[in-house]
C-alpha cells in the first residue's frame, strides 16, 4: 500500500534554531501534501497544505514566514520550523493523497519537535 | 458548528462488550468517509473508509447516513488492543482537503 515516510522522528532543539522536517511519498507521486500538528491529548490541526512547484496554502492563524513549507517534487515536502520556541514543541505528522478517487490519506510516522 | 464532530469519550467498556460511535458532519456535499485509528503518541492510520451502502471488516462495522449526515463505527467483541483514539474524517467536495474529528476515546479494560 501507499507509504509516506517522514523524517527526523524525533528532535530536540535549542530555542532561536530552525528545524526541517521532510515529508517522502514513497511509492506514488503526490501533487499535495498536508502538514498537521497535534499537541498533546488535541486533535489533529491542519497548519497548510502543500502543492507541487506552487506556494502552499497556510490555515488561519498559521504563521507563513514561520513555518516554511517547500513541495519541490512531486515526491517530497519539506517543512522548516524556522527560529524555533518552547512553544512550538509539538507532534508534526505530514500526510499526503494516493491518486484515485476517494482515496484516504496515508500519514508520515510523525516528528516529535522539543524546543528547550 | 464544527465540520466534523464527534464524541469525545472517553469510551470505558469492558472486554467483550459492544461499542458505537457517532461522527455528524456539516457539508451536505461531502464526498468520502473514513475511521482512522491513532494509538497514543503515533500517527493516526488508516481504519476503513465508509461506503455508502455501509460495510463490515471482522469486527468493525462502518455505516453512513447522508440524508442526516452522520457516520458510525461500531466494534464488536472489544479488545484490549482497540484502546485508542478513533478518528473521523471527512473529504469535502473540492476534493482533497479532508476534516478530521477531534477523536473519540475508547478504553477497553479486563
Known amino acids: 500500500g501507499a507509504v509516506v515516510s517522514q523524517h527526523p522522528s524525533w528532535v530536540i532543539c535549542k530555542s532561536g534554531t530552525s528545524v526541517k522536517i521532510e515529508c517522502r511519498s514513497l511509492?506514488?507521486?503526490?501533487?499535495?501534501m498536508f502538514w498537521y500538528r497535534q499537541f498533546p491529548k488535541q486533535s489533529l490541526m491542519l497548519m497548510a497544505t502543500?502543492?507541487?512547484?506552487?506556494?502552499?496554502?497556510?490555515e488561519q492563524g498559521v504563521e507563513k514566514d514561520k513555518f516554511l513549507i517547500n513541495h519541490a517534487s512531486l515526491t517530497l515536502s519539506t517543512l522548516t520550523v524556522t527560529s524555533a520556541h518552547p512553544e512550538d514543541s509539538s507532534f508534526y505528522i505530514c500526510?499526503?493523497?494516493?491518486?484515485?478517487?476517494?482515496?484516504?490519506?496515508?500519514f508520515g510516522n510523525g516528528t516529535r519537535l522539543t524546543v528547550t | 458548528r464544527k465540520e466534523v464532530e464527534q464524541d469525545p469519550g472517553p469510551f470505558n467498556v469492558p472486554e467483550g462488550a459492544t461499542v458505537a460511535f457517532n461522527c455528524t458532519y456539516s457539508?451536505?456535499?461531502?464526498?468520502?468517509f473514513f475511521w482512522y485509528r491513532q494509538d497514543c503518541r503515533k500517527e493516526p492510520k488508516l481504519l476503513m473508509s465508509?461506503?455508502?451502502s455501509g460495510n463490515e471488516d471482522g469486527r468493525f462495522t462502518a455505516q453512513l447516513n447522508r440524508a442526516s449526515q452522520y457516520i458510525s463505527l461500531l466494534i464488536r467483541d472489544s479488545k484490549l488492543s482497540d484502546s485508542a483514539t478513533y478518528l473521523c474524517?471527512?473529504?469535502?467536495?473540492?476534493?482533497?482537503?479532508?476534516?478530521f474529528g477531534t477523536g473519540t476515546r475508547l478504553a477497553v479494560r479486563p
Open positions: 500526510s499526503a493523497v494516493s491518486p484515485g478517487r476517494n482515496s484516504p490519506l496515508h
Open positions: 511509492d506514488f507521486q503526490a501533487t499535495t
Open positions: 502543500s502543492n507541487e512547484g506552487s506556494k502552499a496554502t497556510y
Open positions: 457539508n451536505s456535499a461531502s464526498q468520502s
Open positions: 465508509v461506503y455508502s
Open positions: 474524517v471527512v473529504r469535502g467536495s473540492s476534493g482533497d482537503k479532508l476534516t
